[in-house]
Every structure is written in C-alpha cells, then in structure tokens.
C-alpha cells in the first residue's frame, strides 16, 4: 500500500527541482514551468470524488490497478514529446494531467483500503495511516534526489521514471494486496448522494475544517518548495544533484515528523487536536520568516524544515480523522473529498508563487502565517473530540 502514495508523490514532486532545467530546455516562462505541476493537480482535483464513489461501488483494487496503468501511459506520453519533438510544452502537460487522473483514482484510495482492513483496530488504522503518510513524505525527501540525478543524465528522464516506478506499483498492488470482500451489495448512485448530503450536514463543520485545513498545509508546502528550488540556483549558486540534496533536508523533517506523529496518536482525538493547533501555530511563524531569511542558506534551511516539522504532524493526524470518524460505507467518499481538497493546494502553490515571489514575496508568506492563525481558530472552534464516537 505504501508504495502507491510513494509513486505518486514522486511523480509529482521530483519535477520541482528540476523545473528551471525544463524552462530552459523547453524554452518557457516560469509561470508556464510551474503548470507541470498544476495541470497534474488539477486533474485529480476532480477526478477523486468520482474515483472515491466508484472504489465504495466497485471496490477498491479494481480502480486503484488501471488508475496506476494511466499513470504510467502519461510518463510515458510526456517523455517521448520531451524526447522527440521540437516544441513539447503541449504534449507534457497531455501527459501530466493523464499522471493526474492516474494519481485520482489510486493514492486517494488507500485511505479508505487501511480503514477496511483495520476497520475495529483503531490503533493499527493510526499506525498504518503513519507509514502511509511517511511513504507519501519520504518521496518527498527522495524525490528532489532523484529528480537532479535523472535530469543531470537526461533532462526528461523523470517523465519515463514515473512510468517505471508505476509499472512496480502495479505489480506489488496486484500480488500482495488482499482486500476485504464485499458482502453486501453497492449503494445505488441516488443513495449514495443522499448518505453523502447526510454526513455533510450531521458532520459538515468539523469536515469541512480538515479540508481547509489540508488546501493551506499543501498550498504552503508546495509554494515554499518551488520558492526553495528557484533560490537555491539564483540566490545560492547550487545546482543539479547538491541542490537535490540540500531541497531534501526540509523535506525529511517533514518525513520524520510524519513517522513518529503516526506511531503515536493511536486514535485519540484529544491527542489529535493538540497536535493540530500547537503544529499549525508553528507552521505560521515559520513559513512567514522564510523571506527574511532567503539570503542565508543556513537559516533558511532551519526555518523551512521547521515548517517541514509541523506539516509532517498534521499529515497523519488528518488522515487518521478523516478515517476514523467517518462509517465505511461513506469512507471511501469523503477520504477522496479530502484528498481532493489537497490536491486544491498543489495545484495553487507553484503558480502562486512564480507570480508573488518576483516582487511580493514576504508580503505573500507573512500573509501565508496570517492564513495559518485562522485554520488555527477553526480547528479550535469546529473539531471537539469531548463528543464521544465523532470529532464534533
């Protein structure tokens, strides 16, 4: 299982460090660099509800297997015009959003799949949900690296390693995951609707917190990352594999954070809410120094993997709301509502950002901490673990 939400964070994160290579190479703006990684997010942005329904109806293996094929078809598509064709730009983006509605249909999936097979453990649910959301974080941490390795061989090889790494996936999903089998028969599509508007209503505020609270979490990281990728060469001189590396250190303190706060919430809302508001706190302070502090490489890399620490404890802990207070009839529904919800943030981070860090970049990050205070307000307000069975 772990290694789906791997592969599909490589997919997309291990293109950041290389995307001043891609404008050069591909002879396109900033703006246009930072779409690669939009069109493959905004894809998914609307494909997962869908996804989610069809993986309740249908089960979850039998959408998650040719979700992964499409991913791998779209590395394929996108590195043969790399390749191949004098003016690429067009036939990249065909084949990051067929990544995107690749990325839909599988990594969202697994969130419900771990509530299924540990549905009366909620200790393991926590536990499982860590390693998931470390899986996700560490490619995170190891895609910067491989993205600079491949490119400094190739620069479009990374379009066909996300094939590779796909067709791996496939392979583990098909032969070592064993899902439980459905007993009864699917909710009608009506139904189903009618349930959805039910839980929106009954349970609709502290939902809605978690998904606000996961578009900020990824709109933050995934600007501060392209922000961090653009300084490193032109504020800091370093490029190809040594900048990789130094991209990954933000990343794995968000990877260790996100390992022990799944080993150590254990489903306890409590536990949950306090590390929501102390880590979103943290996350506002932080990311709002990081222009200050763009011109020393030290402190730059101290205060965005301190940011990287916070958003590694509220991972998991979302994750680990979301499925454990939400019925597995509707499980897969409202896990893909949330997953979605980030991908909002994916897709506005990088555009955000090559447009705001030209000329308003600390007015943009001290309003980022500004955001932040306010998603700390609402979880203060809307999740109430004192409600027993629910988190409001």
Same mark, same amino acid.
């Given at each position: 299982?772990?290694?789906?939400?791997?592969?599909?964070?490589?997919?997309?994160?291990?293109?950041?460090?290389?995307?001043?290579?891609?404008?050069?190479?591909?002879?396109?703006?900033s703006?246009?660099?930072?779409?690669?990684?939009?069109?493959?997010?905004?894809?998914?942005?609307?494909?997962?509800?869908?996804?989610g329904?069809?993986s309740?109806?249908?089960?979850r293996?039998?959408?998650?297997?040719p979700s992964?094929?499409?991913?791998?078809?779209?590395?394929?598509?996108?590195?043969f015009?790399?390749?191949?064709?004098?003016?690429?730009?067009?036939?990249?983006?065909?084949?990051?959003?067929l990544?995107?509605?690749g990325?839909?249909?599988a990594?969202?999936?697994?969130?419900?799949?771990?509530?299924?097979?540990?549905?009366d453990?909620?200790?393991?649910t926590?536990?499982?949900?860590?390693?998931?959301?470390?899986?996700?974080?560490?490619?995170?941490?190891?895609?910067?690296?491989?993205?600079?390795?491949?490119?400094?061989?190739?620069?479009?090889?990374?379009?066909?390693?996300?094939?590779?790494?796909?067709?791996?996936?496939?392979?583990?999903?098909?032969?070592?995951?064993k899902?439980?089998?459905?007993?009864?028969?699917?909710?009608?599509?009506?139904?189903?609707?009618?349930s959805?508007?039910?839980?929106?209503?009954?349970?609709?505020?502290?939902?809605?917190?978690?998904?606000?609270v @996961?578009?900020?979490? /990824?709109? $933050? &990281?995934f600007a501060? %990352?392209?922000?961090? *990728?653009d300084?490193?060469?032109?504020?800091h #001189?370093?490029?190809g594999?040594?900048?990789?590396f130094v991209?990954?250190?933000?990343?794995?303190?968000?990877?260790?954070?996100?390992?022990?706060?799944?080993?150590?919430?254990k489903?306890?809302?409590?536990?949950?809410?306090?590390?929501?508001?102390?880590?979103?706190?943290?996350?506002?302070?932080?990311?709002?120094?990081?222009g200050?502090?763009?011109?020393?490489?030290?402190?730059?890399?101290?205060?965005?993997?301190?940011?990287?620490?916070?958003?590694?404890?509220l991972?998991?802990?979302?994750?680990?709301?979301i499925?454990?207070?939400?019925e597995k009839?509707?499980?897969g529904?409202?896990?893909?509502?949330?997953?979605?919800?980030?991908f909002?943030g994916?897709?506005? @981070?990088?555009?955000? /950002?090559? $447009? &705001?860090?030209?000329? %308003?970049?600390?007015? *943009?990050?001290?309003?980022a901490?500004?955001? #932040?205070?306010?998603?700390?307000?609402?979880?203060?307000?809307?999740?109430?673990?004192?409600?027993?069975?629910s988190?409001?």
């Amino acid at each position: 299982m772990a290694s789906i939400p791997l592969v599909m964070t490589l997919g997309n994160s291990m293109l950041i460090p290389v995307l001043p290579i891609f404008e050069k190479e591909v002879g396109i703006t900033s703006f246009q660099t930072s779409m690669i990684i939009t069109s493959y997010s905004i894809a998914s942005i609307f494909l997962i509800p869908v996804a989610g329904y069809l993986s309740d109806r249908f089960g979850r293996k039998v959408v998650i297997l040719p979700s992964l094929l499409i991913a791998l078809i779209g590395g394929l598509v996108a590195g043969f015009a790399s390749w191949k064709m004098d003016d690429p730009f067009t036939w990249i983006i065909i084949g990051r959003v067929l990544q995107g509605i690749g990325a839909a249909g599988a990594a969202p999936i697994i969130l419900p799949l771990v509530g299924d097979l540990y549905k009366d453990d909620d200790e393991k649910t926590s536990s499982c949900l860590g390693l998931i959301e470390t899986s996700n974080t560490f490619g995170k941490v190891l895609s910067p690296i491989l993205g600079a390795l491949f490119a400094a061989y190739l620069w479009y090889l990374p379009f066909f390693s996300i094939s590779v790494f796909s067709l791996i996936s496939i392979v583990l999903v098909l032969f070592f995951i064993k899902v439980p089998k459905k007993k009864e028969e699917p909710v009608a599509l009506s139904a189903f609707i009618q349930s959805t508007k039910k839980i929106f209503k009954q349970e609709g505020k502290w939902i809605f917190t978690v998904f606000l609270v @996961g578009i900020y979490i /990824m709109l $933050v &990281l995934f600007a501060v %990352l392209f922000f961090l *990728s653009d300084s490193l060469e032109k504020t800091h #001189g370093l490029y190809g594999v040594k900048k990789g590396f130094v991209l990954a250190i933000p990343l794995l303190a968000l990877c260790i954070s996100s390992f022990i706060t799944g080993r150590k919430i254990k489903g306890e809302l409590k536990v949950m809410k306090v590390i929501m508001t102390v880590s979103l706190i943290l996350m506002s302070i932080s990311v709002a120094l990081i222009g200050f502090v763009d011109q020393r490489l030290i402190l730059l890399l101290a205060v965005s993997s301190f940011l990287g620490l916070s958003i590694g404890a509220l991972l998991p802990t979302m994750d680990a709301l979301i499925t454990e207070n939400i019925e597995k009839e509707e499980r897969g529904t409202i896990s893909s509502f949330y997953s979605s919800s980030r991908f909002i943030g994916v897709a506005a @981070g990088p555009p955000l /950002m090559a $447009v &705001l860090m030209k000329s %308003l970049l600390n007015i *943009s990050l001290i309003g980022a901490g500004v955001l #932040g205070i306010l998603m700390f307000m609402l979880v203060l307000i809307f999740i109430k673990p004192e409600k027993s069975g629910s988190a409001a």
